[in-house]
């Protein structure tokens, strides 16, 4: 009796490993870390991509047809993105390839990717240099430099002229950003007193604070995950560093976590943001909503930039008019989509043409609400 | 060739690569456990070998026939440099001491921007290909099954049963136990060397503590009765997530329940058996 059921069941989750047999439909695959510590993140992009896909799915594209997602788990390691791209491209013949989750991801399965001509969109890779592998590579999460510099422009019309400058020098997401914001003080005009470094998962940073304080600039820059960044803010105004002092934070800021890690002690930091849940037109409120219908919670930024990634994909597809790599590819540039990030359009670098959709947001009581 | 085969080839073509490139790091800690020692460095190795060989190709241009065998010079500085010292330790100790290694270069690698820092090396061309891998793997397995056979062999087998009466015996331990660390990282070293010349990007946490014990462990699976053992246990290592893909979430799961029932019930390794030597 057990083997006839766990025969029963073998061949019910063969079944439906097997892919859809009927005609006319648009393969597309997707790349995500679903399982391991970095899961989180995955998980919001599948749920944003599925949500998109629903509502796709409803109308078809290219007059009726339905668009299939295969979504491959690369556990955030390199080889088995590599391996879930060769995969997708090789046995499910997608025409068209999502993700990778994280940058390092991105820079293994690009090449494998580009090599076949298949377009492959991130939706989450910040990282400098991403786009650059190939004419197949596409983004539509703006890279921290296009994010940055809104912040920091907002930070000197409050009249921040010098700024001292801390990053986790360990993890590449932070390094990176900490390039930007170097590149963007300058660029601004805005004095770097000084540069700190720690580690991601140091806990003290009383010597790096106890020299910025010596040094009373007008603001702040962080560059590090929200764990360690949290930590730098509380013990920031545990030792006396003025409210005055602006904090400014990057992308890894940008998390609802940092007011509960944080509590007051955030209160006032500026951090940029592709998307806000608040944000108040009717396309995000409509997004918001459904979003909360189907999962029961809140969406959150990887959520609406897979959201949108997915819609722009489907008007993309329809647009060539084949679900054909090479005319994908080709129409993927003249892209013109206005989604729950705002309106967007792609560079000839296949980067997010405009940062117009960055909204600035303030912490105030341990939750982020729009600077004033 | 027909379209369908050069499909799968391609599809599959990173799984054949991790296969021989797994199978050497699973050689390279067979030939330490064989003489009874535990280290966990071959992961460090494997990442100097790695950047090394990037380096060569990415800033100077080398061919990769002079940059694989570059590969192995560090890391065989490395545990030169190293062995001398810690190989008078023993067990846990021995163990210790390379995971320290691990860490240390981390922190170099992260700290060095001309490596690249925390962000890594990309872009680095994909030269390593079946008969590099596979050569190089075919080439180790019949090396150690000729020494195994030898009297090297006999004497290794003695240390790791027993290293007091071993010396005894008149076996130089120091020696071999050197040897083997040297011959670890070399082999390490050009794993190393492969897999980056297959994936076009390493970064800095890809060769700390968590891929020293996924080596430590496709030697335990296998098992170390013969040179085989490991390799076959790195192969199923390997093979067994990709295998699992259509269980999707649940994959980890069984992944783990494989692995834990295989080694509680053959906890000598899938391959328990010791090979045959010709009486002395």
């Given at each position: ?125 910040t990282a400098a ?13 703006l890279p921290e430099s296009d994010v940055v510099p809104v912040t920091f422009k907002r930070a000197q019309a409050r009249g921040v002229k010098t700024i001292a400058l801390m990053y986790a020098s360990d993890d590449a997401f932070s390094k990176s950003g900490f390039d930007v914001m170097k590149a963007s003080a300058e660029k601004l005009g805005i004095t770097i007193v000084t540069i700190e470094t720690f580690g991601s998962k140091d806990n003290d940073f009383s010597a790096q604070l106890t020299k910025i304080k010596g040094l009373k600039p007008d603001a702040i820059g962080i560059s590090a995950l929200v764990e360690p960044v949290s930590g730098v803010v509380l013990q920031a105004r545990a030792l006396g560093i003025p409210k005055e002092t602006l904090l400014l934070g990057g992308n890894g800021s940008n998390s609802p976590k940092l007011g509960e890690i944080a509590g007051a002690a955030a209160d006032g930091m500026l951090v940029g943001s592709p998307?806000f ?24 930024q ?53 940062s117009?959709?960055v909204v600035v947001l303030e912490m105030r009581g341990g939750k982020f609400g729009i600077a004033p | ?102 860490e240390v270069?981390r922190a170099l690698y992260i700290n060095i921007d001309f490596?690249g820092g925390a962000l ?84 800095p946490n ?75």
């Amino acid at each position: 009796m057990n083997r006839t059921h766990f025969l029963a069941g073998a061949a019910a989750i063969i079944a439906a490993a097997l892919p859809g047999l009927a005609a006319a439909q648009v393969q597309i695959g997707a790349i995500e870390i679903l399982t391991g510590p970095a899961a989180a993140y995955g998980i919001a992009i599948k749920a944003g991509l599925d949500l998109a896909l629903d509502e796709i799915n409803a109308r078809g594209v290219l007059g009726g047809q339905k668009i299939v997602l295969t979504v491959e788990d690369s556990a955030g390691n390199k080889d088995q993105a590599i391996n879930a791209a060769r995969k997708l491209v090789g046995r499910d013949k997608v025409v068209l390839v999502i993700g990778p989750t994280l940058s390092n991801e991105m820079f293994a399965v690009g090449p494998v990717t580009n090599e076949r001509k298949i377009p492959t969109v991130g939706t989450s890779t910040t990282a400098a240099g991403i786009t650059e592998m190939g004419p197949y590579i596409w983004r539509t999460s703006l890279p921290e430099s296009d994010v940055v510099p809104v912040t920091f422009k907002r930070a000197q019309a409050r009249g921040v002229k010098t700024i001292a400058l801390m990053y986790a020098s360990d993890d590449a997401f932070s390094k990176s950003g900490f390039d930007v914001m170097k590149a963007s003080a300058e660029k601004l005009g805005i004095t770097i007193v000084t540069i700190e470094t720690f580690g991601s998962k140091d806990n003290d940073f009383s010597a790096q604070l106890t020299k910025i304080k010596g040094l009373k600039p007008d603001a702040i820059g962080i560059s590090a995950l929200v764990e360690p960044v949290s930590g730098v803010v509380l013990q920031a105004r545990a030792l006396g560093i003025p409210k005055e002092t602006l904090l400014l934070g990057g992308n890894g800021s940008n998390s609802p976590k940092l007011g509960e890690i944080a509590g007051a002690a955030a209160d006032g930091m500026l951090v940029g943001s592709p998307w806000f849940i608040a944000k108040p037109d009717a396309i995000n409120t409509a997004f918001v909503t459904a979003f909360k219908a189907k999962y029961n919670k809140d969406p959150d930024q990887f959520a609406a930039q897979a959201y949108d990634t997915m819609k722009i994909v489907a008007q993309t597809i329809d647009r060539a008019g084949a679900a054909d790599s090479e005319k994908i590819n080709a129409a993927l540039g003249k892209t013109d989509f206005n989604g729950v990030m705002g309106p967007f359009k792609f560079t000839a670098g296949r980067d997010p043409a405009s940062s117009d959709g960055v909204v600035v947001l303030e912490m105030r009581g341990g939750k982020f609400g729009i600077a004033p | 060739m027909p379209v369908w085969l050069d499909d799968f080839l391609w599809t599959y073509q990173n799984v054949v690569y991790a296969l021989g490139v797994n199978g050497l790091l699973a050689l390279s800690m067979y030939v330490v456990l064989s003489v009874g020692q535990l280290s966990l460095g071959q992961a460090a190795f494997m990442g100097l070998g790695a950047y090394s060989s990037a380096l060569l190709t990415v800033k100077l241009h080398l061919p990769f026939a002079i940059v694989l065998p570059a590969s192995t010079i560090a890391p065989l500085l490395f545990a030169l440099a190293i062995g001398t010292p810690t190989l008078r330790l023993s067990g846990v100790y021995l163990a210790i001491a390379t995971i320290g290694l691990g860490e240390v270069l981390r922190a170099l690698y992260i700290n060095i921007d001309f490596v690249g820092g925390a962000l890594g090396i990309s872009g680095i061309p994909e030269r390593a290909g079946l008969v590099s891998i596979y050569g190089l793997l075919i080439l180790a397995l019949l090396g150690f099954w000729l020494v195994g056979r030898s009297a090297i062999g006999r004497a290794m087998e003695a240390m790791r049963e027993d290293d007091v009466a071993a010396a005894t015996m008149g076996v130089n331990v120091a020696r071999y136990r050197l040897g083997a660390l040297l011959t670890s990282a070399v082999l390490a070293g050009l794993a190393g060397a492969l897999s980056a010349h297959i994936s076009s990007f390493i970064g800095p946490n890809e060769y700390g503590f968590e891929p020293a014990v996924t080596i430590l462990s496709y030697a335990l699976l296998g098992g170390i009765g013969s040179p085989f053992a490991p390799v076959i246990g790195a192969w199923i290592l390997t093979l067994l997530p990709e295998m699992l893909r259509g269980f999707a979430d649940l994959r980890l799961v069984f992944n783990g329940v494989i692995i834990v029932l295989a080694v509680l019930y053959l906890p000598n390794g899938i391959l328990p058996w010791a090979m045959r030597r010709r009486a002395a």
